[in-house]
């Protein structure tokens, strides 16, 4: 079963990067689709990007397609976000997810393991 932690969150203000990291353990990413998902306060939590197991499909909610980049690092077993123009809109709480198949998905119960999430809040 593979281990999921989130880092690189934080403050920043409108315009500006973040990259956030996601380090696994007890499995290879490359055994996974991988997600990073969002939710703000009192909101539901929503898909933001996916990497395909191999590696080969990206797919990204409209909002931030232009700005965030998914990426991998297979040799550090992490997948990245990197967030850039960032707006206030994008504050939230970050999750990575794993899923165990080929495809992406963009459902949260289409998603077999999660980190505890990461803190973006974006200033105006």
């Known amino acids: 079963q593979v281990q999921l932690v989130e880092s690189g969150g934080g403050s920043v203000q409108a315009g500006g990067s973040l990259r956030l990291s996601c380090a696994a353990s007890?499995?290879?990413?490359?055994?996974?689709?991988m997600g990073w998902f969002r939710q703000a306060p009192g909101k539901e939590r929503e898909f933001v990007a996916a990497l395909s197991r191999r590696g080969f499909t990206r797919d990204y909610t409209d909002s931030v397609k232009g700005r965030f980049t998914i990426s991998r690092d297979i040799t550090k077993n992490t997948v990245y976000l990197q967030m850039n123009s960032l707006k206030p809109d994008d504050t939230a709480v970050y999750f990575c997810?794993?899923?165990?198949?080929?495809?992406?998905?963009?459902?949260?119960?289409?998603?077999?393991?999660w980190g505890q999430g990461t803190q973006v809040t974006v200033s105006s």
């Open positions: 007890g499995g290879t990413l490359s055994w996974y689709t």
């Open positions: 997810a794993a899923r165990n198949a080929f495809t992406i998905a963009t459902l949260t119960h289409e998603y077999d393991y």
